[in-house]
């Protein structure tokens, strides 16, 4: 019922920024969380930004002042700005949303993911 698109990724230099996109489309009352993990390869995914329905954010220590995370309430979209990339930044980027809709109070979906590979 709920499906989250993202977008932007890409191949970027070492310094270089990305905006990526996660737009939530279907039976959606609201969303109480939208946010941000990555999966590097042989690791464990891990959160990257959260954008809490209150308004409050939360960073990994590794991305703190060099990304940033949005949301356009009208849009359902949250964004993640992405600035001085690392290669250790290298991963498949996912978006993650705990949604209210008239089956769920809340329940979490995840996008496909998109690539975002830091390389010189």
């Known amino acids: 019922q709920v499906q989250l698109v993202e977008s932007g990724g890409g191949l970027v230099q070492p310094g270089g920024s990305l905006r990526l996109s996660c737009a939530a489309s279907g039976s959606i009352f609201s969303i109480n969380r939208m946010g941000w993990y990555r999966q590097a390869p042989g690791k464990e995914r891990e959160l990257v930004a959260v954008f809490f329905g209150t308004g409050r954010t939360n960073y990994a220590d590794s991305v703190k002042g060099r990304f940033t995370i949005s949301r356009d309430n009208d849009k359902n979209t949250v964004y993640l700005q992405m600035n001085s990339l690392k290669p250790e930044d290298t991963a498949v980027y996912y978006c993650?949303?705990?949604?209210?809709?008239?089956?769920?109070?809340?329940?979490?979906?995840w996008g496909k993911g998109t690539l975002v590979t830091v390389s010189s």
């Open positions: 993650n949303a705990d949604v209210k809709s008239r089956s769920y109070y809340g329940m979490d979906y």
